[in-house]
């Protein structure tokens, strides 16, 4: 027995019923549904999916970027190894062109690893598992010991008067919402905390800032991440670190106890110069519309505390395995298809400016890009952000996708690097991977191999190549055209 | 702006484009879809999902099967204590109900840890990951060494002649299919070479069965799993053994090298009398129809290993969270919800036989029963077994479940434990967790409490709970109700 969507069950509904109906328009609009796409794309992604999951290349390349190099902080060591091997595998590829796209990028250093206790009495202290924020500056050299205040979130500590704030480490400890089911959506509204909580706690005299790492586990991992001190002068930067959950936890149960208690934290992180790092890009050049591009890409850098499995050496070897995987099942794209590795997506997004910067000088015609930069995860779909018209167009490829199990097409983000492409007529696309355990790992020393799962990244690699290749195949109607459809 | 699903986008084409058709028509088939559930349904549903993630007892639950007990296979100590653990936890729950069923089960001991290598030469020799099948008989005291010969089924077995299987260890190494989308369906396609692989090589003379590891990943953990001798005399059983998927990739590659080589393996594991266990179960008596049960299970034995987490840990507390998060979330069951922790699943089946035995026995009416054995992974939906009136009254109600991102409705199996339930009237159903990772695990020293997610686990509790309490609010339409709202 074979199931019936509501759709269909609509559509029978509809035949037995409505004998009144004028046929003909009937027949008309029940024929949308099916025919917009032809017999041999489900073939074709079938081809595609099997290719990833048999002979993928992108769990390959992860293990050599994660295990043979590691964190990839841009104007690391690292980050310059990464650059090389990619443009490296990139021209083994035998793509039409594989260049280097040079950016200037921050350049910010840890250290030496960080120290942190909670003393509780004057010798008696515990431990606290913290990093630096990613932009702090360092602490005294001798570190910083200061009573603390707990808030909940900026909008709690600017409530507060400079008295109770002045010469203390404020303590942002608002956790993640963890009844939100996209663990993306608790992240974001969390991360202010991590972002702005330094520059606005220096504002009211705090001398230092510390934050509860963005992860919805309790655990001891530290969770690095970017901060800005906005236009705070040089000189009022206070430092700024996360400390572990569990750490958190700890920390407050203290602090209801005794709220004299002090927070001790040590960290010699600066910010160096920019220095010269790259975009790895290659294509295939499109046979029949050479001068419509097709992006799709992930971030080479990385946080340096783990070796970036997840964020992002997952969006990036996804990304170069999709020209792989179309040059594999036979297709000869008609658009140029260009795969793109952003650095400094972490600290900067500096890449990103880079390449839209100099597309738009070229006059270059972006009609699609794709980021995956959400995690190595089983794909559940994509969000996309672009003009109405396009997206339905997009909706209608859905059911293409229903034997992979891919059944999230919603309107969203897209992913950062990808942002600055973005004007009227594009569409951006984000590969939406399960969310539920990235943040487990996110910006934290966990972030690494053994947490990518290789079938999750195949299958991730092989629904980005499918929808490249939908795009790649039909374009997007023309908005007179959309219209003409649609009435 | 919000994106219209397909059905919507062909209601809104209606509306605007036939103003010919008898408007009164086109509102009652409108109706269908919008007036299933109320709009407290879905309320109902957030708050089971927040309860789930925010309070939920599964986690907590698991920690203490997995982590203070461990591996529970029939009739061991373990299998014991997660009976006494588990009743008690129910008990605590304030239940209408809490009893145990008692049941023999078989007694299979594993004895001392297994010992196996490749002999490539005389005195030459490399080690090999070895597990015994649950079930198998022992080597001999000194174990049994003999040539291996690879077959990729039993299908290529049965057509080689006797001389060439006589005094041989086969070797059964088809792997499982790794372009399937479900892994659930490359296991059934494989698992065969396990169950049935030591009968077919014994009535060929064959001294040993090993088998390749039920992995789709290759790494040095065998995964043992139930076997079969069928109705082979005692005498003439041969041992069997599975082997883990990367030593099973060395054997077969030195045997190209060498058809000669030679396999050695000792287990004494063997089958002791049954023994008396119990099925745990507590329910819920409902407040309308007491008469009418609603089962809701997991199996509490589990291969020895691991600490069974996912298989079954994680159905057994996601069971047990569904009578409390209806509870917590102010829902007084209409109907009797039962939770039953199955023992015995793993090799016997016997729990869930003598559950349906004494059902059936009493003159219990179940309408509805659903299982969780695939694994504590982020839930993608539910699989049906049932009459299709029943389940088309199910499929209404897809739309409540999708911002929990649960897609996956289909007809398909349900549960082993609950499968001797089955009649032409009773809805069966399984929770679908995404099943990329699941058998990494299964059946090996690695399902473990570190491989569970948390928030994934609570999410699948949440989706049980969700579904028995839509059962049992609603009940099902007979056939004769569904035919009118049919026609």
Chains 1, 2 share one sequence.
Not at 24 to 45: H, M
């Amino acid at each position: 027995m074979i199931f019936l969507s509501r759709t269909e069950r609509f559509k029978s509904y509809i035949y037995k019923n409505l004998k009144t109906m004028n046929l003909k328009l009937i027949t008309l609009f029940l024929g949308i549904g099916c025919s917009v796409f032809a017999q041999n794309d489900s073939e074709q992604l079938r081809k595609i999916y099997k290719a990833s999951l048999t002979n993928g290349q992108s769990y390959h390349w992860l293990d050599y970027l994660s295990n043979e190099i590691g964190g990839r902080l841009s104007g690391s060591l690292n980050a310059e190894l990464a650059v090389e091997y990619t443009k490296a595998e990139l021209e083994k590829l035998g793509l039409d062109r594989v260049w280097l796209q040079p950016v200037m990028v921050p350049k910010w250093v840890r250290g030496n690893p960080e120290f942190a206790y909670i003393e509780t009495a004057p010798g008696k202290t515990i431990p606290v598992n913290l990093c630096a924020l990613g932009g702090s500056v360092a602490t005294p050299l001798q570190g910083l010991k200061a009573e603390v205040v707990e808030v909940m979130g900026i909008d709690e500590l600017k409530a507060m008067p400079r008295s109770k704030i002045e010469g203390k480490i404020v303590f942002f400890n608002r956790p993640m919402q963890p009844d939100l089911i996209q663990t993306f959506e608790a992240y974001g509204g969390c991360v202010d905390q991590r972002y702005n909580g330094a520059k606005e706690a220096g504002k009211l005299g705090a001398l230092g800032a510390i934050v509860r790492s963005m992860n919805l586990r309790l655990d001891d991992l530290p969770h690095t991440g970017a901060m800005s001190y906005g236009d705070t002068p040089v000189r009022d930067r206070i430092p700024s670190a996360a400390i572990s959950t569990n750490d958190a936890e700890r920390l407050s149960g203290l602090l209801k106890i005794d709220p004299t208690i002090k927070f001790y934290f040590k960290q010699n992180c600066r910010q160096l110069k920019d220095v010269m790092s790259y975009n790895v890009i290659g294509e295939i050049t499109g046979s029949q519309f050479p001068n419509e591009i097709i992006v799709v890409g992930g971030h080479l850098d990385s946080w340096d505390l783990g070796d970036g499995s997840h964020d992002d050496g997952a969006g990036c070897v996804q990304s170069m395995d999709v020209l792989r995987l179309l040059t594999e099942t036979g297709i000869q794209p008609k658009r140029t298809i260009r795969v793109v590795l952003f650095m400094n997506e972490e600290n900067g997004l500096r890449g990103g400016r880079k390449y839209a910067e100099v597309a738009k000088r070229k006059g270059e015609k972006h009609i699609f890009a794709l980021e995956s930069d959400s995690g190595g995860f089983t794909p559940r779909g994509f969000s996309f952000d672009g003009p109405d018209y396009k997206i339905n167009q997009i909706l209608k490829w859905k059911p293409l996708f229903e034997p992979y199990l891919i059944h999230y097409f919603k309107q969203g983000g897209s992913g950062a690097d990808i942002g600055p492409l973005k004007d009227s007529e594009m569409v951006l696309s984000g590969l939406r991977p399960d969310s539920q355990r990235y943040f487990d790992h996110h910006h934290a020393a966990n972030d690494t191999f053994d947490a990518v799962n290789k079938r999750e990244l195949e299958l991730g690699a092989a629904t980005m190549t499918a929808l490249v290749y939908l795009v790649d195949k039909y374009g997007f109607n023309s908005i007179e055209n959309a219209d003409k459809l649609k009435n």
